[in-house]
């Protein structure tokens, strides 16, 4: 679920509001937030564009608290900013459809706070780019900044703020960036709904200057770069007071395109456009620290436990890209887009089983054990191991080559059984066979979460965790090999005095 935050009536000039999440293992509040919108300069009627992305349980009660702050300086510590109030409701209040919440703060009985949900989540994303064309000037000593804003029509007649440009500074002709947004936020399924896009002059002190506004709808800017979405940019003062006024500039809609995503929100595997999903984290996370320590960056990357097109057939090693022949992604992001473009062919299918995977790595490894190379293989998954007893044999067999195997677990399953593979304390084993090394690290990736949603520390502390055993692993296959580091290859006596 969605949630995004509003407020009317409030005469502050920066404005700042923080979500929390009731701790329910200590009956009170987390100590960190769970996210903070963006600062509103010098406004009565701050509209936050942040969304906060969380998950909804029908079956429990989510209390949430809304701590709102007048922001005094850049200064990332809450404490050093005025409290204003708060305010506190349930999840399940927000997502009613068609009923806003409306609670007041606390402490300042003028102040309303409004939470707006979004409707159920819709399953195409939009991409678009526009340009500007004569604008008119704002400042008076240059041209000016512009922006757009963009609004969802409501069934009551109101606009809801759904997205807002970069702005582009010093001129009357931008082209702003490309951008998505879910085609559920810009009409709700409705494609004639209204969408009205709002043109501003930004100004540092935050009172944007407004140059006009113009309305369009989904249907409209579907049909992409035409004569019709060529929009003037009207302003209903300036159109009252001038005769001769014809506009205010024109917008022009440069590309348009729809693609649909074929997962449900409810799924782990969903592709927010807000945030990456913990597949996606956990990947980048781990893959761009190891990948500093490969020297071609290319990563053969499968997935396991799918139908493959055309026939369905259900494969537990299958190539990201679709190539069987050739598997490697050209860095990180190469496996990230082949992992992204692999969720719209394929059609996710259980049982969890690691065993063709680990074996199709070991086989890998077998050929090359002159310490020239070592293989690390990462393993995410949100299911139990369905296949425990090919899978122990598999990392005993794999032991003795140079690989180690990171398994990250994500979602809310209960991994216990996974401790078995990671053989800190008891060495895996199988058939009477003890596994000559420790190959397994086992982690799930909830307990590296920030409450306050930060995403980069949370693959931070992934990371550092999970990578903490490969030196070790490492050295002790070298050493039972009687594998010696190689002399260095500079030449230079400088460069083997640094």
């Not at 400042?139 to 702005?167: A, M, Q, W």
């Not at 449900?264 to 927010?272: A, E, G, I, R, W």
């Not at 990392?395 to 800190?424: K, Q």
């Not at 949370?458 to 990578?467: E, I, N, Q, Y």
Request: aromatic letters at 12%; proline letters at 5%; hydrophobic letters at 35%.
């Amino acid at each position: 679920e969605e949630v995004g935050v509003g407020s009317d009536g409030y005469t502050g000039e920066i404005l700042m509001a923080l979500m929390y999440q009731s701790d329910f293992s200590r009956e009170g509040w987390f100590n960190i937030p769970f996210g903070r919108t963006e600062v509103i300069d010098n406004t009565r009627n701050p509209d936050f564009v942040r969304k906060f992305v969380l998950d909804f349980f029908f079956e429990e009660k989510q209390n949430l608290r809304f701590d709102v702050y007048n922001v005094d300086s850049r200064s990332c510590n809450i404490s050093k900013h005025d409290f204003l109030g708060q305010t506190f409701c349930t999840l399940g209040e927000i997502i009613v459809p068609n009923i806003p919440s409306v609670v007041p703060v606390c402490k300042f009985c003028a102040t309303i706070i409004t939470l707006k949900s979004p409707c159920l989540i819709w399953q195409d994303i939009a991409t678009m780019q526009l340009c500007a064309n004569k604008l008119d000037k704002k400042d008076f000593f240059g041209k000016s900044d512009p922006f757009l804003v963009f609004y969802r029509s409501n069934e009551d007649g109101t606009f809801t703020i759904c997205h807002k440009t970069e702005v582009i500074k010093n001129t009357l002709n931008p082209v702003w960036q490309s951008f998505t947004i879910p085609v559920r936020a810009l009409c709700n399924g409705d494609y004639d709904r209204t969408v009205k896009v709002d043109v501003y002059d930004w100004d540092r002190d935050g009172s944007h200057d407004f140059i006009g506004e113009f309305t369009t709808s989904y249907r409209e800017l579907s049909r992409g770069q035409n004569q019709f979405n060529v929009y003037e940019v009207l302003n209903p003062k300036k159109k009252g007071k001038k005769k001769k006024y014809i506009n205010s500039g024109t917008v022009t809609l440069l590309s348009f395109k729809v693609e649909s995503e074929y997962t449900f929100p409810t799924s782990l595997h969903y592709m927010s456009p807000y945030q990456m999903n913990a597949y996606a984290m956990a990947l980048k996370a781990v893959g761009e620290i190891i990948q500093d320590y490969d020297s071609d960056k290319l990563f053969p990357a499968y997935g396991f436990g799918a139908k493959l097109p055309p026939d369905g057939k259900i494969s537990h090693a299958f190539p990201l890209n679709g190539d069987g022949e050739h598997p490697n992604c050209v860095g990180i992001e190469g496996v990230l887009e082949a992992y992204f473009q692999s969720l719209r062919t394929v059609q996710l299918y259980g049982p969890t089983n690691f065993a063709p995977v680990i074996n199709k790595v070991a086989n890998c490894a077998s050929e090359i054990t002159d310490g020239s190379q070592y293989f690390v293989l990462l393993m995410i998954t949100d299911g139990v191991i369905s296949d425990m007893v090919q899978t122990k044999e598999a990392v005993v067999n794999a032991a003795s080559l140079p690989m180690s195997v990171i398994i990250v677990g994500v979602g809310p399953a209960e991994f216990d059984a996974m401790e078995e593979l990671d053989g800190d304390e008891v060495r895996v084993s199988s058939r009477g066979r003890l596994a000559e090394r420790d190959i397994v690290q086992f982690v799930p990736f909830r307990d590296y979460i920030d409450r306050s949603g930060n995403q980069v520390l949370s693959m931070a502390r992934l990371a550092k965790d999970v990578l903490a055993e490969i030196p070790d692993q490492l050295l002790s296959f070298m050493k039972s090999r009687g594998i010696e580091p190689r002399p260095s290859m500079s030449s230079s006596p400088l460069h083997r005095h640094i």
